[in-house]
T-cell receptor
Framework: GAGVSQSPSNKVTEKGKDVELRCDPI?????LYWYRQSLGQGLEFLIY????????KSGLPSDRFSAERTGGSVSTLTIQRTQQEDSAVYLC??????????????FGPGTRLTVL | KQEVTQIPAALSVPEGENLVLNCSFT??????LQWFRQDPGKGLTSLLL?????REQTSGRLNASLDKSSGRSTLYIAASQPGDSATYLC???????????FGQGTTLQVKP
């Protein structure tokens, strides 16, 4: 079946512009995660959605970052007033979310964001 | 705060060799530990997930072990092949939300 998909695959933007990154999780997966992979910081957790529960936003680095998940499926990560340090690969993952404990996460190919 | 460390950062071996990648974590109160593979410019592929109640998991030539008391996990690759060349990441889950805390990865090169 289809895996996690992300769009765009590459995004180049100018400093100060807003960007939106999209994630389509595996159909039926209720848990969705955003991570960021940058050269200096490795892979970092950003935000987590589970069903209709309030998201865990503890990893968002600043209030310029926000994310939403509509209809329990597609998610959009928005970065406002982008800065050069936001340049990274943004990875989305989904998980069945049916167990009482954390389960295997399946990752998308990522969006490579470059802020000039 | 959970911290995950992987040693070595890079490893180069001849084809056919058996090898071990190491992962250590500071907080033993984990739900599970997951090993991933990442090819250049690609996303992450899940290799093995070990539940906190388990000691090891096997998939083909891969075997991952978990020792919670010592805060360690190892990924054993048998009879390595050039196609195994990639970066291997381990990640611990310490929260019921399932958020992964990643190590910095070990970049493996298997030479033909």
């Amino acid at each position: 079946g289809a895996g996690v998909s992300q769009s765009p695959s590459n995004k180049v933007t100018e400093k100060g512009k807003d960007v939106e990154l999209r994630c389509d999780p595996i159909s039926g997966h209720t848990a969705l995660y955003w991570y960021r992979q940058s050269l200096g910081q490795g892979l970092e957790f950003l935000i987590y959605f589970q069903g209709n529960s309030a998201p865990d936003k503890s990893g968002l680095p600043s209030d310029r970052f926000s994310a939403e998940r509509t209809g329990g499926s597609v998610s959009t990560l928005t970065i406002q007033r982008t800065q050069q340090e936001d340049s990274a690969v943004y990875l989305c993952a989904s998980s069945p979310g049916l167990l009482s404990r954390p389960d295997t996460q399946y990752f998308g190919p990522g969006t490579r964001l470059t802020v000039l | 705060k959970q911290e995950v460390t992987q040693i070595p950062a890079a490893l180069s071996v001849p084809e056919g060799e058996n090898l071990v990648l190491n992962c250590s974590f500071t907080d033993s109160a984990i739900y599970n530990l997951q090993w991933f593979r990442q090819d250049p410019g690609k996303g992450l592929t899940s290799l093995l997930l070990i539940q906190s109640s388990q000691r090891e998991q096997t998939s083909g030539r891969l075997n991952a072990s978990l020792d919670k008391s010592s805060g360690r996990s190892t990924l054993y690759i048998a009879a390595s092949q050039p196609g195994d060349s990639a970066t291997y990441l381990c990640a611990a889950i310490s929260s019921n939300t399932g958020k992964l805390i990643f190590g910095q990865g070990t970049t493996l090169q298997v030479k033909p």
